[in-house]
Nanobody
Framework: EVQVVESGGGSVQAGGSLRLSCTASGFTFEKSDMAWYRQAPGNECELISTIMKDGTTSYETSVAGRFTISRDNAKNTVYLQMNNLKPEDTAVYYC??????????????WGQGTQVTVSS
């Protein structure tokens, strides 16, 4: 069974940092592309970062330069280091090996998510 478990969220003040983790099981992690998403209440699903199996990364414009995605294949884990957090980053963050969750609305690919709250 494919499973991802997100963790590391919390409440921080603007300008603070958090490191999210996503531990995967049930598939060959090292051969999989991975993505981080977020969704705030009333907002659409947002793909914010991807990391390919070859290590290539990409970022949504609003997080580029502040967030860093990385992976540890030995631990079947993908990370999202978030620096200089802003109130508009407040959302539930999800990871998935599916890079098209927002487009195809395949929300079953997500785990339970981890809440990030940034206060001004």
């Amino acid at each position: 069974e494919v499973q991802v478990v997100e963790s590391g969220g919390g409440s921080v003040q603007a300008g603070g940092s958090l490191r999210l983790s996503c531990t995967a099981s049930g598939f060959t992690f090292e051969k999989s592309d991975m993505a981080w998403y977020r969704q705030a209440p009333g907002n659409e699903c947002e793909l914010i970062s991807t990391i390919m199996k070859d290590g290539t990364t990409s970022y949504e414009t609003s997080v580029a330069g502040r967030f860093t995605i990385s992976r540890d294949n030995a631990k079947n884990t993908v990370y999202l280091q978030m620096n200089n957090l802003k109130p508009e980053d407040t959302a539930v963050y999800y990871c998935a090996r599916d890079l098209f969750v927002c487009l195809l609305r395949t929300f079953g690919s997500w785990g339970q998510g981890t809440q990030v709250t940034v206060s001004s």
